[in-house]
């Protein structure tokens, strides 16, 4: 078995993530860039909590998690969620936590529904439940092409809650998580259908941020 693994390295050697270097999935340089701290954003009367600002290292992890299916990627991403999720549950009650649905389109190319997989990680670590509340109810634009106005249009009434489960949770707490808060317009599209649907939302989650966003 040590001859498989150390072949498997020979034949797949392990980069970072960051910089491509040989040797760890993150390295010690690049590992300045992905230390969980907390960021405290605020998206109208919502508090989103993060625990590592977007750079280009938070931005190579990202990809490698949702585009390449890397799972020590998924594990960076989790602990800082989790890190951020604990973080929340010092200022809100404890509660059951809200993906940030994907596109059917984005889950084939993938071939994985990301932010939800990893949400159930994060559950389990915090001892909490995954709600699946929320469905694209039209089609949406890649947000990556957009400014924040058009984020904000593209986004709008674009979510709901699943028909499933309307009327079932009356005034449940939740908490919404998302991989990347940029613009807030994601997560402001969550709380609205959310409230909309009855849900009393908490606060949000994600992993990263870009701090020139936060207020």
């Not at 992905?34 to 405290?40: T, V």
């Not at 984005?106 to 915090?126: K, L, M």
């Not at 634009?141 to 489960?165: C, T, W």
């Amino acid at each position: 078995m040590r001859f498989l693994a150390e072949l498997n390295t020979l034949l797949f050697p392990v980069r970072c993530y960051g910089c491509r270097d040989l040797g760890f999935a993150i390295c010690s340089s690049c590992r300045k860039h992905w230390n969980p701290h907390i960021y405290k954003s605020q998206i109208e009367n919502l508090s989103v909590y993060s625990a590592i600002p977007y750079s280009v290292v938070a931005r190579n992890i990202l990809l490698a998690a949702k585009e390449e299916n890397q799972k020590s990627a998924d594990q960076l991403i989790i602990a800082a969620l989790s890190k951020s999720l604990e973080t929340a549950f010092r200022n809100v009650p404890i509660c059951a936590i809200v993906p940030i649905p994907s596109q059917s389109s984005s889950n084939r190319r993938r071939g994985r529904d990301f932010v939800a997989e990893i949400t159930i990680s994060v559950a389990r670590q915090c001892g909490v439940a995954v709600l699946p509340l929320l469905q694209h109810q039209r089609a949406v634009r890649d947000q990556s092409k957009l400014d924040i106005a058009g984020r904000r249009d593209n986004l709008a009434m674009a979510l709901a809650v699943k028909p499933e489960f309307a009327g079932n949770y009356s005034a449940e707490k939740v908490v919404i998580l998302d991989d990347l808060l940029t613009t807030g317009a994601t997560i402001r599209e969550a709380n609205r259908a959310l409230t909309k649907g009855g849900f009393q939302v908490q606060a949000a989650v994600t992993a990263c941020v870009a701090l020139r966003r936060r207020r």
